[in-house]
């Protein structure tokens, strides 16, 4: 907190030299007083400059509206009269404006999250209310999570009583950033966009502006960089570059930008660490991944995410692990465990080869790659750069031979997705069984915050460890048994995979739909993990589920994207 001035105390007049240096508001103390053309400005410490009272250094005192009239003690003890002007307040003299602090917005978003354990539903609205900046081209960036699952959104300038109906563009859920922009030309006017700045180096200062909690108006954190390597994106469950600055950031900072010394913006606040040992340790996303997504944006009129290399690597830090794979002194690189059956390099890349360089960077054992000066970073940043589409030149080395091979790149497939992207999710419901997707947001939703403690051993080794043999492969499960005479003995099967239906894989949700619609056999049998089944009678199931769809006040049985 700034001290409270005493009362009666005067305050200290700028000399002419502070007062160009700063640029103050269109109201501000020059504007109150003017002052003759000859008279100079007078240093408080200048045992020259002798006022005409006691010999105090010469200040300037502003008359009383009611006096219409104020004097100027010069050297000399003659007064000179100043020009008759109303006062103005303090306050309003001394606001110092910083353009990019201008561009620094209040979003206010009304949520509507989709309830996932009963998926004909949503759940009740809240608010939140986070921060944003402009950016050219009449659009303002802000967090993904500020505005997920958003009903409603809505921005408000800095020094405005206005609350602008905004429409979101993008919302790019690895990188944690939405895009959003407003169709009234009012908001635009008399705002200049913030201009983006090269990254950082460490040490350097950057301040965070932004509306956290603890107020309504603008706060200003600053503090310097302490650290630059990959993350983790808590939000978009991915691993991107990520600046780790000792300012503090609070609920209500995301979306806001961080600016350098110069009033550039160097990355958006998202996220902060908690814990009982750390203190001011916050994250931003920088300025390439920033770029990234705009670009993204630009080149294909929606975001379509950063492309991985789907592979998992092991280090080759062991000698003999580098020897017993035919690396000389002079080899160095990463081996390939395991590749993604659904990624095109699965049918170029094999098992054991040893990826030595990526786009002509060569790759050290531990998997970094030369960043700055001093610094290394892992090589994941060099796919990173990359966009979903473009090729890379990859080489490896196999069986002691030396093989290159021009990857296309593309994004990562799971088999237990991170995101819906803003989807409600699918369900499909037979005799009283309610199928659905395994997604993290559902067993965030079954199981709490800690359902990689709580949720079934099965789905979370399938969820860390499994890959998906197709892209439109799904992880389908009985979510809960809505009580009924036809479903009795099976009431207490709950999030249990479903793994056949009357003797076929299903493949996903859509799939199990559509052969349990077209079943014309006696009965409808399903194989679930841990050798259970369940059998049921096509007929009287298939007649039951209207009646527990009413019980219930179920309107449709099967999610809108299943019925198409």
């Known amino acids: 907190m700034g001290k409270t001035r005493k009362r009666g105390r005067k305050p200290k007049l700028a000399t002419?030299?502070?007062?160009?240096?700063?640029?103050?508001?269109?109201?501000?103390?020059?504007?109150?007083?003017?002052?003759?053309?000859?008279?100079?400005?007078?240093?408080?410490?200048?045992?020259?400059?002798?006022?005409?009272?006691?010999?105090?250094?010469?200040?300037?005192?502003?008359?009383?509206?009611?006096?219409?009239?104020?004097?100027?003690?010069?050297?000399?003890?003659?007064?000179?009269?100043?020009?008759?002007?109303?006062?103005?307040?303090?306050?309003?003299?001394?606001?110092?404006?910083?353009?990019?602090?201008?561009?620094?917005?209040?979003?206010?978003?009304?949520?509507?999250e989709p309830n996932f354990s009963l998926p004909w539903q949503r759940k009740r609205q809240y608010s939140s209310s986070s921060s944003?900046?402009?950016?050219?081209?009449?659009?303002?960036?802000?967090?993904?999570?500020?505005?997920?699952?958003?009903?409603?959104?809505k921005l408000k300038k800095r020094g405005s009583d206005t609350k602008y109906l905004a429409t979101v563009l993008a919302i790019g859920t690895e990188c944690d950033i939405a895009m959003l922009t407003v169709s009234n030309d009012e908001f635009w006017e008399g705002v200049s966009p913030v201009e983006f700045g090269d990254m950082p180096a460490l040490q350097d200062a950057v301040?965070?502006?932004?509306?956290?909690?603890?107020?309504?108006?603008?706060?200003?954190?600053?503090?310097?960089?302490?650290?630059?390597?990959?993350?983790?994106?808590?939000?978009?469950?991915?691993?991107?570059?990520?600046?780790?600055?000792?300012?503090?950031?609070?609920?209500?900072?995301?979306?806001?930008?961080?600016?350098?010394?110069?009033?550039?913006?160097?990355?958006?606040?998202?996220?902060?660490?908690?814990?009982?040992?750390?203190?001011n340790i916050g994250y931003v996303i920088p300025t390439p991944v920033i770029l990234h997504f705009i670009q993204d944006y630009e080149k294909n009129g929606a975001y379509t995410g950063f492309p991985i290399l789907g592979v998992e690597w092991q280090k080759m830090e062991n000698p003999d692990l580098r020897m017993s794979m035919g690396m000389g002194p002079d080899k160095k690189g990463v081996r390939i465990r395991r590749i993604e059956p659904t990624a095109p390099e699965s049918h170029v890349l094999k098992p054991s080869d040893i990826i030595l360089s990526f786009d002509?960077?060569?790759i050290a054992n531990d998997g970094t790659v030369p960043f700055r000066h001093g610094e290394r970073i892992g090589f994941s940043y060099l796919v990173s750069q990359k966009y979903t589409g473009d090729r890379a030149q990859v080489k490896v080395l196999r069986n002691s031979q030396i093989l290159e091979f021009n990857i296309k790149l593309s994004t990562h497939k799971r088999l237990v997705p991170a995101h819906i992207k803003g989807r409600p999710p699918s369900y499909y419901i037979i005799a009283g069984f309610v199928f659905t997707a395994v997604s993290v947001p559902y067993l965030r939703s079954e199981y709490g915050k800690d359902y990689e403690f709580d949720a079934p051993v099965k789905l979370l080794d399938k969820h860390l460890h499994s890959m998906a043999q197709s892209v439109d492969e799904q992880l389908v499960v009985v979510s809960q048994v809505l009580v009924s005479d036809i479903n009795i003995g099976y009431e207490e099967i709950v999030n249990t995979q479903v793994l056949a239906f009357n003797g076929k894989p299903v493949k996903n949700l859509q799939n199990l739909a559509t052969m349990v619609e077209s079943c014309d056999d006696e009965y409808l049998k399903f194989d679930l993990e841990y050798q259970q089944i369940v059998v049921l009678k096509t007929s009287t199931a298939k007649a039951a589920t209207l009646d527990i769809l009413t019980t219930h006040c179920i309107p449709s049985a099967m999610s809108e994207d299943l019925k198409s």
């Open 132 to 153: 944003g900046f402009i950016v050219g081209g009449r659009r303002v960036l802000t967090n993904a999570h500020s505005v997920e699952h958003h009903t409603q959104v």
């Open 207 to 279: 301040t965070v502006v932004g509306y956290p909690i603890g107020g309504d108006t603008i706060s200003v954190t600053s503090g310097v960089v302490s650290r630059m390597e990959i993350l983790s994106y808590v939000h978009g469950s991915t691993e991107l570059l990520g600046l780790q600055i000792d300012a503090a950031i609070n609920s209500g900072n995301s979306g806001g930008p961080a600016l350098n010394d110069k009033g550039k913006c160097v990355g958006i606040a998202f996220q902060s660490l908690k814990h009982e040992d750390v203190e």
């Open 360 to 362: 002509g960077v060569n």
């Open 16 to 112: 002419e030299e502070e007062t160009a240096s700063q640029d103050y508001s269109t109201a501000s103390i020059n504007d109150a007083v003017s002052l003759p053309a000859t008279a100079e400005a007078v240093e408080p410490n200048d045992p020259d400059s002798q006022g005409c009272r006691r010999g105090r250094s010469k200040k300037i005192k502003v008359a009383s509206p009611e006096r219409r009239s104020s004097r100027l003690a010069d050297s000399n003890g003659d007064c000179a009269a100043v020009a008759e002007t109303p006062l103005i307040p303090k306050w309003e003299g001394t606001v110092k404006v910083v353009p990019s602090m201008d561009a620094v917005v209040k979003v206010f978003c009304v949520h509507t």
